[in-house]
């Protein structure tokens, strides 16, 4: 039987890949969000709750994970950070997993992962797309969300690899910075294309 093909979904902060990852889920392709996925198992009753406790004492409450108590744990803490992904990677695979095989029939499916290429998680997936827009439209969308500000903004830019790193690893680019029914066009091409590769 055949496997779906596996898109990985990717684009650094401010770029529009939850926007992008709806429109492939309006086009009939199912999407796993890896953030969700992690806010998920750290909401109250969450399976990460109580590890997450364990490495980092005072970061949880009877509401699940603190999510600004252990961000200020591991902000700017490269080893603090490396614990904490030790524990949340391993979770998002075993549900990755679980979703792959609940969508064993489907053409395609996408893997939303911020850090795809970072992690090295493009050797799981069959085809890499990159949500991209210019750096002045990246900057004003960050810099519009709650409780950001300009040296957060850089801190974040410095753990993920750039723009055009990232442009120059994918299979694709789907670019945000154009008005959302070009990108919307685009996506919906993109899926076409690789429907008809299948054929």
């Known amino acids: ?19 992008v990852a709806a429109m492939f889920a309006d086009e009939g392709v199912p999407v796993f969000d890896a953030d969700a996925a992690v806010h998920d198992m750290q909401r109250a009753g969450g399976e ?3 590890e997450i406790e364990a ?24 080893d603090q950070l490396a614990k904490l992904e030790s524990l949340i990677h391993p ?30 998680g493009q050797a799981g997936v069959d085809v890499t797309v990159v949500v991209s827009a210019p750096a002045s439209d990246q900057r004003a969308r960050v810099l519009a969300r709650p409780g950001m500000v300009p040296e957060k903004f850089e ?3 410095k753990l993920q690899m750039t723009d055009a790193d990232k442009r120059a690893r994918a299979d694709y680019v789907i670019d945000t910075g154009q008005d959302i029914a070009a990108t919307r066009e685009d996506v919906r091409a993109l899926v076409k294309k690789l429907r008809e590769g299948l054929a």
């Open 55 to 78: 490495a980092f004492p005072g970061t949880t409450s009877v509401d699940g994970v603190d999510r600004k108590a252990l961000g200020a744990a591991v902000f700017g803490n490269r």
């Open 155 to 157: 801190q974040i830019l």
């Open 1 to 19: 039987m055949k496997k779906p093909i596996i898109i990985g979904l990717t684009g650094s902060i401010g770029m529009g890949k939850s926007a």
């Open 91 to 120: 979770a998002v695979a075993e549900r990755r997993k679980a979703f792959l095989a609940g969508h064993k029939d489907a053409d395609m499916v996408v893997f939303d992962i911020p850090l795809l290429f970072e992690k090295g």
């Open 48 to 50: 990460l709750v109580a």
